[in-house]
């Protein structure tokens, strides 16, 4: 046995003092790429949940304000684009619509929903292309003809949200 550990102790070791700069060296483009992806993929959240807040924001605001019919749709766009952190810019970007739920030929009573949909493509800092970010919200109308009457009966995106 102390034969092996004097073979071993006598064969000469390599300089490594390098090594680590090597190893530095081809871990380093690894880094480089996924830094400005990382970047993207933030940026990319954060505009999809400021998107998805202000459709929720405007939605709300049409289901609570609008069921006595004094407002209208510009209204429920200008708060969804005021509360999107100017990444939404005009009513083009914004489609709102009322849905008459009940049947009964009116969009503006109880059980009645406004429906709001904004698509805005995000385009990437660092790489080319773009990919869409898309947000829909529907929500009954919780006023109907008299303000300060609640109606808390909330609908599921699918009766009023359709993909495209």
């Not at 003092?17 to 483009?29: D, I, K, M, N």
């Not at 933030?42 to 459709?55: C, E, P, R, T, W």
């Not at 509360?83 to 849905?99: F, L, T």
């Not at 660092?126 to 009954?140: D, E, L, Y």
Request: glycine share 10%; charged share 20%.
């Amino acid at each position: 046995m102390s034969s092996n550990f004097i073979k071993q102790a006598a064969i000469p070791h390599r300089d490594e003092s390098g090594q680590s700069a090597q190893e530095f060296h081809l871990v380093l483009p690894i880094f480089v790429a996924a830094f400005p992806m990382v970047i993207d993929l933030g940026m990319l959240m954060y505009q999809f949940v400021s998107v998805s807040n202000a459709v929720r924001e405007g939605t709300r605001y049409g289901s609570i304000n609008c069921g006595d019919g004094e407002c209208d749709l510009n209204d429920v766009k200008d708060r969804t684009i005021n509360h999107s952190s100017g990444i939404i810019s005009s009513h083009g970007e914004v489609d709102a619509y009322w849905m008459d739920n009940n049947g009964d030929g009116s969009h503006y009573n109880r059980g009645d929903s406004v429906v709001v949909t904004v698509e805005k493509d995000y385009d990437f800092l660092f790489f080319p292309g773009s990919i869409p970010v898309t947000s829909c919200a529907a929500m009954s109308l919780e006023n109907s003809g008299r303000r300060g009457i609640p109606f808390l009966k909330p609908i599921t995106a699918a009766r009023g949200c359709h993909e495209g």
